[in-house]
Antibody, heavy 118, light 110 residues
Framework: EVQLVQSGAEVKEPGESLKISCKGSGYSFPNFWIAWVRQVPGKGLEWMGI????????KYSPSFQGQVTISADKSTSTAYLQWSSLKASDTAMYYC???????????WGQGTLVTVHS | QSALTQPPSASGSPGQPVTISCTGTSADVGLYNHVSWYQQHPGKAPKVIIYEVNKRPSGVPDRFSGSKSGNTASLTVSGLQAEDEADYYCSSYAGSNNFVIFGGGTKLTV
């Protein structure tokens, strides 16, 4: 069974760093793109970027380039999303999702809620 | 790259059809046959219900269908059921730099 299991909810203060994770199982992790999607509470979905775990090739949405870092460790089948300095506006639910077609994201993690406040 | 344009809300009675539109540009929806639709129930992760404009993943009821004309894609739900009440998002490929863009979402009320 294909699964993407994300790390738990986080509460952070502005300026802190954070790295959340997404562990894949039940399929060949290196051979499928993994994307990260942001959803601000009560708002829509925003595509942040995508990584090919096989060689860590990463593509970012222009809106998120330079704001976050996407990485992956194929040896542990885990993808990561990290911030070096969080802002209150980073408060959102973050989903990882597996891509099987150009815009076909077939499996999704359960989401990681990140709350940033002082 | 701007988000795709969807109506914020749509509604219909059980058994009736409803169509949700998704308008992009000649650089995304109009250029590529890579439009997907996602259903999201409150507190849940999105679920793909249509990909490549009109393909349905296995397990998705055939009352969901997709189409595209020019820069506008559409999702039709024929024979609405109570469990179809959810938020619906379209997405389109937007080229190698922008990759994927989403619509703003449509809240469907049954």
């Amino acid at each position: 069974e294909v699964q993407l299991v994300q790390s738990g909810a986080e509460v952070k203060e502005p300026g802190e760093s954070l790295k959340i994770s997404c562990k894949g199982s039940g399929y060949s992790f290196p051979n499928f793109w993994i994307a990260w999607v942001r959803q601000v509470p009560g708002k829509g979905l925003e595509w942040m970027g995508i990584i090919w775990p096989g060689d860590s090739d990463v593509k970012y949405s222009p809106s998120f380039q330079g704001q976050v870092t996407i990485s992956a460790d194929k040896s542990t089948s885990t993808a990561y999303l990290q911030w070096s300095s969080l802002k209150a506006s980073d408060t959102a639910m973050y989903y990882c999702t597996r891509r099987t077609g150009t815009t076909n994201f077939d499996y999704w993690g359960q989401g990681t809620l990140v709350t940033v406040h002082s | 790259q701007s988000a795709l344009t969807q109506p914020p809300s749509a509604s219909g009675s059980p058994g009736q059809p409803v169509t949700i539109s998704c308008t992009g540009t000649s650089a995304d929806v109009g250029l590529y046959n890579h439009v997907s639709w996602y259903q999201q129930h409150p507190g849940k992760a999105p679920k793909v219900i249509i990909y490549e404009v009109n393909k349905r993943p296995s397990g998705v009821p055939d009352r969901f269908s997709g189409s595209k004309s020019g820069n506008t894609a559409s999702l039709t739900v024929s024979g609405l059921q109570a469990e179809d009440e959810a938020d619906y998002y379209c997405s389109s490929y937007a080229g190698s730099n922008n990759f994927v863009i989403f619509g703003g979402g449509t809240k469907l009320t049954v």
